[in-house]
């Protein structure tokens, strides 16, 4: 219940400084807390979608919980689609493709539900990650900063890290070091997820402090050939990341 207090206080204040803003266009925090609403659903489905791509047969009871998580994101992004397309927030009124990179996202729920039907967790969950791809490009080639989008990056980057470890061992993955700290550097610069004093803010904190603890324990793990911890590390890494991804969304 406190929860639910503090998301409708930030919501209500967040629209009270849009007075402030342009009238004849929508608040761009407006924007971004329906679009965050919306990929907190996603995000349920792709943490279901990940337990399903590690087993042999489909749990179809799992199935039908991403089914129906789909279909209620889907809605919510028909909604802003309608809302946004042809008048975005002023952050985005000179981006001529804004509406296309809508449909992108919505193409990609479209994929990952039609993946999902056809019991395909895999192609689903590779859906779901083109899709948080596509948030990080729109920001990006718009001017703006996210903490989403920097742990987005760091955890693609740990991905390819595990996935040289798996394939070609410790001394492949000596290249990758210098790019995890600078990304690691990147999300402890982009500061809190969160307006102060939410308290949502401390539990991603400390996430985050462990998450740069790990990357720096990764670094002398591979400088001293540890080869047997370094998979561990990599693997703990990887879970730190989508704890504080999880955290900031």
Known sequence: MKQKII????????????????????????????VAVCRRVVRQSCALLQEMISRP????????????????????WARIQSTYSHNPPQEYA???TFPHRLQDIANALEDMERAMINSDARRSFSACGYGCGLFVKMHIDNGLSYVLDTLFSLRQTAKTTEALMKTRGLESIRKMLLPLMEQRDR????????????ERNQSYLEAVKEMSRTVDELSL??????QGDVTQIISNLLILINKA?????
């Open 7 to 34: 998301w409708v206080l930030s919501v209500l204040a967040l629209v009270l400084n849009c007075f402030a803003e342009e009238r004849n266009r929508p608040c761009l925090a407006v924007f971004d807390e329906e």
């Open 57 to 76: 047969s489909m749990d179809q009871q799992k199935k039908d919980q991403v089914l129906k998580l789909l279909a209620e994101a889907r809605k919510q």
């Open 94 to 96: 000179r981006d001529a």
């Open 187 to 198: 999300v402890l610069a982009s500061g809190l997820p969160w307006p102060e004093p939410d």
């Open 221 to 226: 793990a591979v400088s001293s050939g540890q």
């Open 245 to 249: 991804y999880g955290l900031a969304l």
